[in-house]
């Protein structure tokens, strides 16, 4: 069997690899046929009001990096307060909810 290679790329938020969702602006920057199943990598712009509900996963870590703005976390019984520059793993906890909840007056934009 013979293993695909990956191969360096370069890509931007664009109309081609974006799509409005809940509300929301997701860029593509990198999806599971880009790494070969192993993570995929979206710009959003969520706009407050417009956040998910609460969920879990149950087979993702989630990495979240807010470019502008404030987004507030709820992981389980956690917390977080999140603002321009920062980092958050949310790993994965199968029988845990998540949700979030955009602090921005308008909107926010930020990776994950």
């Given at each position: 069997?013979?293993?695909?290679?990956?191969?360096?790329?370069?890509?931007?938020?664009?109309?081609e690899?974006?799509?409005?969702?809940?509300?929301?602006?997701?860029?593509?920057?990198?999806?599971?046929?880009?790494?070969?199943?192993?993570?995929?990598?979206m710009?959003?712009?969520?706009?407050?009001?417009?956040?998910?509900?609460?969920?879990?996963?149950?087979?993702?870590?989630?990495?979240?990096?807010?470019?502008?703005?404030?987004?507030?976390?709820?992981?389980?019984?956690?917390?977080?307060?999140?603002?321009s520059?920062?980092?958050?793993?949310?790993p994965?906890?199968?029988?845990?909810?998540?949700?979030?909840?955009?602090?921005?007056?308008?909107?926010?934009?930020?990776?994950?």
């Open positions: 069997m013979e293993t695909a290679t990956l191969i360096p790329f370069e890509r931007r938020a664009s109309v690899n974006s799509v409005w969702q809940m509300g929301n602006l997701f860029s593509f920057l990198a999806n599971a046929q880009d790494t070969h199943n192993q993570f995929a990598l710009e959003v712009r969520a706009r407050r009001g417009f956040e998910p509900p609460p969920h879990t996963h149950s087979r993702d870590d989630e990495a979240f990096y807010v470019l502008e703005g404030a987004i507030e976390f709820h992981i389980g019984d956690q917390r977080i307060h999140a603002q520059g920062s980092f958050v793993f949310a994965l906890f199968p029988t845990a909810q998540r949700d979030m909840f955009n602090e921005c007056h308008n909107e926010c934009h930020n990776r994950y």
